[in-house]
C-alpha cells in the first residue's frame, strides 16, 4: 500500500463539476492500493499517518501530528501510485489491486483513521477527480507499506 501525504491548509475534491469534499488544515492523502496488500498494510499505514509529526509546534519545529493540531484528512484513491514505470514509457498498472479489493481497503483504511478520532473525507471511488489543495510548506512524504521495520 502506497501514499503521498500532503501537509495542507485546505484541500478539495470535484466530481463532474460537484464539490463532493473539503477540508480545512490537515492532510491531503492520495492512497494506491496493491496486489499483495493486506490488513496488515492497512494497521501499519493507519499508525503511521495519523502519527506521523509534520505540522509546526509553537517553537516552529515539526514536531505534531495531524492528531495533536486537530487536524483533518482528505483520502482519495490513487491506483496510478501502484504504477510500473521499468519497460518503456507507458506505465503498467498490473500491481494495482482490483477495484472491488482496494475499494474495501480504501473503506478500511478512512475507517481505520476515524476510530483515531480523525476527522475523515473522501474521494470518490473509482471516479475521474479534480483535486484542488493548498499545500503547506510545501510538505509532501510518501509512504510504503513494504518499507515497515
Do not use: W
Not at 3 to 32: F, N, P, Y
Not at 78 to 93: I, V, W
Not at 107 to 114: T, V
Amino acid at each position: 500500500m502506497k501514499a503521498v501525504i500532503q501537509r495542507v491548509s485546505s484541500a478539495s475534491v470535484m466530481v463532474a463539476s460537484e464539490k463532493i469534499s473539503t477540508i480545512k488544515a490537515g492532510l491531503l492523502i492520495l492512497l494506491g492500493v496493491t496486489r499483495e496488500d493486506v490488513e496488515k498494510d492497512i494497521d501499519y499505514l493507519v499508525k503511521k499517518t495519523a502519527g506521523l509529526r509534520i505540522f509546526k509546534d509553537d517553537h516552529q519545529n515539526m514536531n505534531l501530528s495531524v492528531q495533536d493540531m486537530g487536524g483533518e484528512v482528505l483520502v482519495v484513491s490513487q491506483f496510478t501510485l501502484c504504477a510500473n514505470t521499468q519497460k518503456g514509457r507507458r506505465p503498467s498498472f498490473v500491481n494495482a489491486a482490483e477495484p472491488k479489493v482496494a475499494e474495501i481497503m480504501y473503506n478500511q483504511y478512512c475507517r481505520g483513521l476515524q476510530l483515531l478520532d480523525i476527522p475523515v473525507s473522501k474521494g470518490q471511488f473509482g471516479a475521474s477527480m479534480n483535486v484542488k489543495l493548498i499545500n503547506d510548506g510545501p510538505v509532501t512524504i510518501f509512504l510504503d507499506s513494504r518499507e515497515e521495520n
